[in-house]
């Protein structure tokens, strides 16, 4: 016998949103920190790959001037899905107050901060909406509003060209 109650409790149904838009504000939060990283460092600077090493091909031994004009060679573990071959340019990331430099791995805050904006506003709007229809707004009055307030723009648009 099949139950035609649905297998998400309701109350599951009326969090959803604001679980999203929270969500969203955890992943936009992210990438803020990921790009204030970033932007803490000194700043890019070329590098030569001086060797690899034969047994991990994720590690390179590269040489590189930093931002103190030292000429430095150092060891740099890399994930970043390809090969890095001697002799090949690199850029390398210093924050000379930590410490520590690392192969620049390009723009990764971006995208985190996008897909974040649109959670949070899908959230932030169906919060909005829910909360609308459980205080009884209707919502067909205020659609047939914006819908007749849309076609009068592009009636003037129409116009204008």
């Known amino acids: 016998m099949t139950s035609s109650r649905s297998w998400l ?4 149904l009326l969090w959803l949103p604001l679980v999203v ?3 969203g504000l955890a992943v936009v939060w992210t990438g803020v920190a990921m ?8 700043g890019l600077f ?3 790959v001086v060797s690899t090493d034969a047994r991990e091909a994720s590690t390179a031994y590269v040489r590189y001037t930093g931002p103190d004009g030292v000429t430095r060679t150092e060891a740099f ?7 890095i071959k001697s002799g090949r340019e690199v850029q390398i990331r210093v924050w000379p107050g930590e410490r520590r430099a690392e192969l620049d791995p390009g723009d990764k805050h971006t995208p985190v901060i996008v897909a974040g904006s649109l959670l949070t506003l899908i959230g932030a709007g169906a919060t909005l909406l829910l909360f609308m229809w459980h205080h009884g707004v209707r919502l067909d009055l205020k659609l047939a509003k914006w819908r007749e307030r ?6 003037w648009l129409s116009r204008w060209r």
């Open 9 to 12: 409790p309701e109350a599951a």
């Open 21 to 23: 838009l929270v969500g």
């Open 35 to 42: 790009a204030a990283d970033v932007h803490r460092s000194a």
């Open 46 to 48: 070329p590098g030569r």
């Open 77 to 83: 573990e890399h994930h970043q899905g390809r090969e």
């Open 150 to 155: 849309f076609d009068a723009c592009l009636w």
